[in-house]
């Protein structure tokens, strides 16, 4: 019996406005919104080529390095964790991971699955691991990749000492991977400066692009151990050497890899270009004064942050303990009801425990700030009002 056409792609497609104001994505503005409307082209077309090499420049811009193998993975921040792991990895390999939150340790499952002979490096909920912790890792340890998040979108916990990091990595012979998802553009991040041999980001967080590509860049002596496997690469669509020829990274004939979106590089393109026409100190600045302005009207609306130490808090993704009390379930839906705004609740370690706000790319300003503290202000106030009323039944 022939399957009729289905009744709801009849209708026409509706997709409501909202402001997004949770750890990510973060809103478009109109000029990547513009860019994502214009026709499709072939994938290995010279124009499409063209625009992976000006995206290759912005992204170098955006990581302070001038590594030639920097490109995009053709997937969402996910597929730059798994490419940099399993490019990197090979059977047995000693990998020591940072844990502050719930992307350590999602690194971690990662980097079994390719072999690793995976390692922690925890420390307290909500704090981010000192100098002398890492270093003792490392001493016990003498991982061949050491990998951390700069900043976990779970805790709202920064890890500032990446430079140091960096020194004690080339001190043991060992390759530094840095997830820079959640941060970049929030805080300083300089790839070269601190000995960093493998970074990644999102697209969809401060840069305000949609997700779907996920810039990585890699030094050459990343590249170097790559070439140097015994075996291949476990994942052929994460290989960065074939990803890399694709992109014009190594001085060899262009390559087919995939069929990547056009679409999407207009809208990366188009979100580059708008960082390096504000600047790149400009643009960390905005986000950190935003994030100065929602901390100081959180507490003084009452609130208690999760991250108690103000230099271990991350600036774009801001964690809040809920009340006591408090259903945050009742106040995230009441907040996307009355104001279709998203924010979060926790993720992973904290479920259940946090509000999070995320003040990135668009929604960065200082009216934002504002308008988002009124009013999770009303949403937390409106709760405990359903709470009394129901105390009185």
Request: glycine share 8%.
């Amino acid at each position: 019996m022939e399957i009729p056409p289905p009744l709801v792609l009849k209708r026409p497609l509706f997709v409501p406005i909202k402001t997004l104001m949770g750890p990510g994505p973060s809103n478009c503005s109109q000029r990547v919104l513009s860019a994502l409307s214009n026709p499709v082209i072939g994938h290995l077309h010279s124009e499409c080529l063209q625009i992976m090499n000006e995206i290759k420049e912005g992204i170098k811009y955006i990581f302070q390095t001038s590594n030639d193998a920097t490109m995009c993975i053709s997937g969402s921040g996910h597929s730059g964790l798994e490419s940099a792991l399993c490019n990197l990895i090979e059977d047995g390999d000693v990998v020591l991971v940072a844990c502050i939150g719930l992307w350590g340790h999602r690194a971690a499952d990662i980097a079994k699955r390719y072999g690793g002979d995976v390692r922690l490096v925890e420390t307290t909920l909500g704090h981010s691991l000192t100098i002398n912790e890492i270093e003792i890792a490392f001493k016990y340890n003498q991982p061949k990749i050491f990998f951390t998040v700069q900043g976990d979108s779970s805790t709202g916990v920064l890890q500032s000492n990446l430079k140091d990091i960096g020194k004690i990595c080339r001190r043991y012979n060992c390759l530094f991977i840095v997830d820079t998802i959640a941060s970049l553009g929030g805080t300083d991040f300089f790839m070269d400066e601190w000995f960093v041999d493998v970074a990644f980001t999102g697209s969809q967080k401060t840069l305000g692009a949609p997700p779907g590509l996920t810039p990585i860049s890699l030094n050459v002596r990343a590249i170097d151990c790559i070439n140097a496997r015994k075996t291949k690469v476990k994942v052929y669509y994460f290989d960065i050497l074939l990803i890399g020829q694709y992109w014009n990274c190594f001085n060899m004939p262009i390559i087919y890899h995939h069929t990547i979106s056009a679409t999407l590089l207009y809208g990366l393109r188009e979100a580059l270009a708008q960082v390096c026409a504000e600047g790149l100190k400009a643009f960390i600045h905005r986000h950190q004064q935003c994030s100065y302005r929602l901390q100081k009207g959180l507490k003084d609306l009452g609130l208690e942050m999760f991250v108690k130490n103000a230099s271990e808090r991350l600036p774009t993704i801001t964690t809040i303990k809920v009340p006591f009390g408090i259903d945050w379930r009742k106040v995230i839906e009441y907040i996307m009801r009355k104001y279709s705004m998203e924010i979060s609740g926790g993720l992973g370690p904290t479920v259940g425990n946090v509000f999070r706000i995320g003040l990135m790319g668009e929604n960065a300003t200082l009216e934002r700030a504002d308008l988002i503290l009124n009013i999770l202000r009303e949403a937390i106030e409106s709760s405990k009002l359903d709470n009394n009323e129901k105390s009185k039944i």
